[in-house]
C-alpha cells in the first residue's frame, strides 16, 4: 500500500497514526493511504515557515521572480506526469488534467510579473514639503484549503500569488487525492524555493480547525462546500484572520430563442458533463426560453448525450471518467431519485450505469433531467455530478430572476445573436461571473475569479490584482524632511493637519 506523507523539511517524523484511503476511481480499489495530521504537526509546519519567510519577503521581487519562472518550466517540463498522476487519483481523463495544471500554471505564470504588480503609488508635493506613497508588504505565513475537483489548479491559484507577494504557505490539500499538491510543493524547492517555504500537511477537521485557530496564520483561503466556506469564514475573521471562501454553485445556461442551438449543445455537452460535472463552475442547469427553445433543445441534446463516452481516466477517447469516490456516486444518484420523486422528467438516466471490465469503477451516467421547477430541492442544491437540469423559462424577465434569486451566484451564461440582450443581462443578472456565449465564463489570470452569495464569503476574489490584495497589507508612508527654517505658532501642532 502506497503511504502519502506530509512534505515537510525532515519529513513528518511519522506524525500521527490516523490515514485516509485513497481510491482509484477507475477500479474501486483502494490505491493509498495518506497521513493525517494535528495540531501538533501544524505546530512543526508553522516553526518552519517562521524560519524563511523573513529572508524570503526581504528578497527582492525580481529575485522571487526568477523562482517562479522556474518554477512555470519545472511544472511544464513535467505536466505529463502530473496529469497522470491526478487522473489516477480523482478520475478525471488525462486531457482534462492537463487543463487543470494549465489554469493553475496560468497564475503562476503572472506571478512571474510580482516586479511591477507590487509596485506601490507615490505622491510628490501632497503638502508643504510632504510627500506620500504606499507599499505592498507580505502578511508572513498564509494557508490554503483546497478541494478535490481541482488538485492543481486551485493550490496554484493560492500559494503562486500568496509566495510571489513575500509569504510563507501551508497548504491543506483534499485528503481524497492529495499526491499532485505534493508533487507541486516538490517542485517548488526544484526551483529555488527555501525549504519549508511551501509546506503541505494533510488533513480533516481537526487539522482545519487548527489551522483556523493558529495565532501565527495571518490569512486563510479555502474552496469547497459553501456550508464549510461560512463556517471557515465565520471561524477564522473571528479569530483575527483575513479569509475568503469561495462555496458551491448552480450555474443557469439562458439560451434565448435566436441562439445557435448547435453551439450551444455542443457547449453544453461540455460544461454540464466534463469532469464527470465536478466542476465549481459546471453548466448543471439549462433555462431555455420559450416552450417552443425548450423543445428543440431538448430534441437535440437527447441523441448529443447519448453519444457521449463515459470511460476510465486514461481512456483518449473517453468524455469524461468516474467520479472520486464510492460515497459521492451514491450521492449524485440520490439527488436524480429525489428530482424524479418531486416530479421532473427523467429523459436519460445516468443511474446503475457500469463500464464494462471496470464494473467496480466509481462511474455515474450522463442524466437529463426536463421540467425542473424552481421548488425543487435538486434545483436549489448543488448536485455535482454529470446531470444536466432543464427549467424553462416564459421570457427574457424570467430567465433573469433565476439565477438572481438563487443562493448560489458563482457563474451564469447567456446563449444569444442579440448584443442588447446579452448587454441588459450582463447588466442586471445578480452573479459574480458572466459568460456571454462562453459556457465557462473563468476569468484569466491577469482579472479575478469570486462568486457572489453563498458562493462566496469575504469581499476579495483569488488571483490577479485581488489576489495580490489578499496576500499582501498596504503600508501608506507621509513623509517631510524639516529643513530648520519652520517658524510657525506651536499651537498648529494641535489642529489636524491638512495639506491645504
Known amino acids: 500500500m502506497r503511504q502519502i506523507d506530509h512534505f515537510m523539511p525532515g519529513g513528518s517524523g511519522g506524525s500521527g497514526s490516523r490515514t485516509h484511503k485513497v481510491w482509484n476511481p477507475s477500479t474501486g480499489a483502494v490505491q493509498a493511504e495518506v497521513a493525517l495530521g494535528d495540531a501538533a504537526l501544524l505546530d512543526r509546519a508553522i516553526a518552519n515557515a517562521k524560519k524563511v519567510q523573513p529572508e524570503w519577503a526581504a528578497t527582492n521581487p525580481q529575485r522571487r521572480a526568477r523562482v517562479m519562472f522556474e518554477y512555470k518550466r519545472l511544472v511544464e517540463a513535467n505536466k505529463q506526469e502530473l496529469a497522470e498522476l491526478l487522473s489516477s487519483e480523482h478520475g478525471k481523463v488525462v486531457d482534462d488534467a492537463h487543463g487543470d495544471v494549465q489554469r493553475g500554471l496560468e497564475v503562476i505564470e503572472y506571478a512571474c510579473g510580482i516586479p511591477q504588480a507590487l ?200 468524455h469524461y471518467g468516474p467520479v472520486v469516490t464510492p460515497e459521492h456516486k451514491q450521492r449524485i444518484e440520490q439527488w436524480i431519485d429525489t428530482a424524479e420523486k418531486e416530479g421532473a422528467e427523467v429523459v436519460i438516466d445516468g443511474r446503475g450505469f457500469s463500464l464494462q471490465g471496470h464494473e467496480d469503477g466509481f462511474f455515474v451516467g450522463p442524466t437529463l433531467l426536463d421540467r425542473v421547477t424552481p421548488k425543487m430541492e435538486s434545483y436549489q442544491e448543488e448536485i455535482f455530478g454529470p446531470v444536466l437540469q432543464i427549467v424553462r423559462a416564459k421570457d427574457f424577465e424570467e430567465a433573469v430572476r433565476l439565477p438572481s434569486e438563487h443562493q448560489y451566484g458563482n457563474g451564469v451564461a447567456i446563449f444569444t445573436r442579440n448584443g442588447h440582450a446579452a448587454r441588459e443581462f450582463a447588466h442586471r443578472v445578480n452573479v459574480g461571473m458572466v459568460g456571454i456565449n462562453v459556457p465557462i465564463p473563468v476569468p484569466v489570470s491577469y482579472h479575478s475569479f469570486g462568486g457572489w452569495k453563498r458562493s462566496g464569503f469575504g469581499d476579495i476574489d483569488q488571483y490577479g490584482q485581488e489576489g495580490l490584495r489578499f496576500w499582501t497589507k498596504t503600508k501608506k508612508v507621509t513623509q517631510r524632511w524639516p529643513d530648520g527654517t519652520a517658524d510657525a505658532d506651536n499651537k498648529d501642532a494641535f489642529i489636524i493637519p491638512t495639506m491645504g
Not at 499526491?179 to 517555504?197: D, F, K, Q, T, Y
Not at 427553445?293 to 457521449?308: C, F, V, Y
Request: net charge negative; charged share 20%.
Open 119 to 318: 509596485k506601490g503609488e507615490y505622491t510628490q508635493g501632497a503638502g508643504p514639503g510632504i510627500d506620500v506613497y504606499s507599499m505592498r508588504q507580505p502578511l508572513g505565513i498564509g494557508a490554503g484549503i483546497t478541494p478535490f475537483n481541482f488538485p492543481a489548479m486551485i493550490p496554484m491559484w493560492m500559494f503562486g500569488m500568496a509566495i510571489a507577494a513575500g509569504n510563507a504557505f501551508i497548504l491543506k490539500p483534499s485528503e481524497r487525492d492529495p499526491s499532485v499538491p505534493v508533487r507541486l510543493a516538490e517542485l517548488m524547492v526544484e526551483a529555488g524555493a527555501p525549504e519549508g517555504l511551501l509546506q503541505v500537511v494533510h488533513g480533516d477537521k481537526e487539522m482545519v480547525d487548527a489551522i483556523l485557530d493558529h495565532d501565527d496564520i495571518a490569512a486563510v483561503s479555502f474552496v469547497g462546500s459553501s456550508d464549510i466556506a461560512q463556517y471557515i469564514y465565520s471561524r477564522g475573521t473571528a479569530n483575527g484572520k483575513r479569509v475568503q471562501a469561495f462555496g458551491g454553485a448552480k450555474n443557469h445556461g439562458i439560451v434565448m430563442p435566436d441562439a445557435d442551438l448547435d453551439q450551444v449543445v455542443n457547449d453544453l455537452a461540455g460544461a454540464a458533463f466534463g469532469s464527470a460535472g465536478e466542476r465549481c463552475m459546471a453548466l448543471p442547469v439549462v433555462v431555455p426560453v420559450g416552450e417552443d427553445t425548450g423543445d428543440r433543445l431538448r430534441e437535440k441534446l437527447i441523441p448529443a448525450i447519448n453519444a457521449l463516452r463515459v470511460g476510465v481516466a486514461t481512456d483518449k477517447d473517453a
